[in-house]
């Protein structure tokens, strides 16, 4: 079982629909919960950075951690085909930065 | 501010052939990794320096070396080529290794024939 796991998609949307992404994880260790966005052919950008449970919005983009659940999400708002890319979550507890195989998100016009 | 540059972009090598990937961040962080991503697998972790003056290895290290040259630069050297290291590579730093957010370059597409 990998200690992250997330659904690979693809998840299509609608343009200005709300894009709802999440990852689970096994190890409770984990404190430190990261948001990348990786368009194609491109490196991953970060997007999002939380510590601890709870939640972070950033413009359109809210992240939301679960500790409780071993949850995270990422909500985007009034998506945009410009939103559309694959979103890959991330997360630390040792010093060691454990990924999400990636999700990929389609906005269309 | 170029952030976290990668050379080269492409590449394409013949089994055997050894070659070296560069990398090079102006952050001035501390830690800097090496990355593979392929498709269903994520990005897995090759080696890390977690400062200047040390390299560890990651997930999947067999086939590879690396080299932190200074501060900013760290290089990532396969010998011997072989088809199942045909992948996108990714090299990323960090302020420092722990709870740190990294931040990646654009990747070099290797692939061996």
């Known amino acids: 079982q990998k200690e992250v796991e997330q659904d690979p998609g693809p998840l299509s949307v609608p343009e200005g629909a709300i894009v709802s992404l999440n990852c689970t994880y096994s190890?409770?260790?984990?404190?430190?919960f990261m948001w990348y966005r990786q368009y194609s052919r491109k490196g991953p950008e970060l997007l999002m950075y939380t510590y601890s449970s709870g939640n972070k919005e950033d413009g359109r983009f809210t992240a939301q951690v679960d500790k409780s659940s071993k949850y995270i999400s990422l909500f985007i708002r009034d998506s945009q085909p410009s939103d559309s890319a694959t979103y890959l979550c991330?997360?630390?507890?040792?010093?060691?930065?454990?990924f999400g195989a990636g999700t990929q998100v389609v906005v269309t016009p | 501010n170029a952030g976290v540059t990668q050379t080269p972009k492409f590449q394409v090598l013949k089994t055997g052939q050894s070659m070296t990937l560069q990398c090079a961040q102006d952050m001035n962080h501390n830690s800097m990794y090496w990355y593979r991503q392929d498709p269903g697998m994520g990005l897995r972790l090759i080696y890390y320096?977690?400062?200047?003056?040390?390299?560890d290895k990651g997930e999947v290290p067999n086939g590879y070396n690396v080299s932190r040259l200074n501060k900013r630069e760290f290089s990532l050297r396969l010998e011997s080529a072989a088809p199942s290291q045909t992948s996108v590579y990714f090299c990323?730093?960090?302020?420092?290794?722990?709870?740190?957010?990294?931040?990646f370059g654009d990747g070099t597409r290797l692939s061996i024939l």
């Open positions: 190890n409770s260790a984990f404190q430190y």
């Open positions: 320096s977690a400062s200047e003056g040390t390299t």
């Open positions: 990323a730093s960090s302020e420092d290794r722990g709870g740190q957010p990294q931040h």
């Open positions: 991330a997360m630390d507890g040792w010093g060691k930065l454990q």
